[in-house]
């Protein structure tokens, strides 16, 4: 059970938009930053979105994020084959001093 | 080019120790926290520690606290992971992580593989 919550799974057809969602609660997102993370099979995690809103360089403007209180979205637009990854939500749990991450959402592009 | 290299897995027995360590290079790393963050076979990522820049503060999940210690050597550039009473439950790839997590984890080693079996 992670602290962080997301769905298990989302799916749309290529060109399209979809959005993953990470609740969490004031010990964790609402008081910090949320970072999100794509992870291809059999490969390391990616940095995608970082401060809950910013994107390292090299990452498409297709990728964005955003935070209200204690929920994160990241949000995917013109969908490609390419993009089907697992995608994790983390912050930092400034209570307990430790990382969390989400469990994890897996992208299916139809 | 930043470029984190885990080296160290492998199979240990319930029970044993192992030492995992990272190499660190393209970029100043006695400026920067390191983490490390784990995932088992078929689940999500966890993050298991994490040291500020002089070694000076760690963090560590719950679950290995007292078992897992987090070093590093600025002089050059490695970051360690050693693990204590190891259980089947860490068993898991093992990544290398530039960042403290607190706004971002922004390079990621490729991954060194512990497995504990008997």
């Known amino acids: 059970q992670s602290v962080l919550t997301q769905p298990p799974s989302v799916s749309a057809a290529p060109g399209q938009k979809v959005t993953i969602s990470c609740s969490g609660s004031?010990?964790?997102?609402?008081?910090?930053?949320v970072s999100w993370y794509q992870q291809l099979p059999g490969t390391a995690p990616k940095l995608l979105i970082y401060?809950?809103?910013k994107r390292p360089s090299g990452i498409p403007d297709r990728f964005s994020g955003s935070k209200s209180g204690t929920s994160a979205t990241l949000g995917i637009t013109g969908l490609q084959t390419g993009d089907e990854a697992d995608y994790y939500c983390?912050?930092?749990?400034?209570?307990?001093?430790?990382?969390?991450f989400g469990g994890g959402t897996k992208l299916t592009v139809l | 080019e930043v470029q984190l290299v885990e080296s160290g897995g492998g199979l240990v027995q319930p029970g044993g120790s192992l030492r995992v360590s990272c190499a660190a290079s393209?970029?100043?790393?006695?400026?920067?926290?390191m983490s490390w963050v784990r995932q088992a076979p078929g689940k999500g990522l966890e993050w298991v520690a994490n040291?500020?820049?002089?070694?000076?503060?760690?963090y560590y999940v719950d679950s290995v606290k007292g078992r897992f210690t987090i070093s590093r050597d600025n002089a050059d550039n490695s970051l360690h992971l050693q693990m204590n009473s190891l259980t089947t439950e860490d068993t898991a790839v093992y990544y290398c992580?530039?960042?403290?997590?607190?706004?971002?984890?922004?390079?990621w080693g490729q991954g060194t593989l512990v497995t504990v079996s008997s």
């Open positions: 992580v530039r960042g403290s997590g607190s706004r971002k984890f922004d390079y």
């Open positions: 393209g970029f100043s790393f006695s400026t920067v926290w």
């Open positions: 040291i500020k820049e002089d070694g000076s503060e760690k």
């Open positions: 004031s010990y964790n997102i609402e008081n910090n930053y």
């Open positions: 401060d809950n809103t």
């Open positions: 983390a912050t930092w749990a400034s209570s307990l001093s430790i990382v969390v």
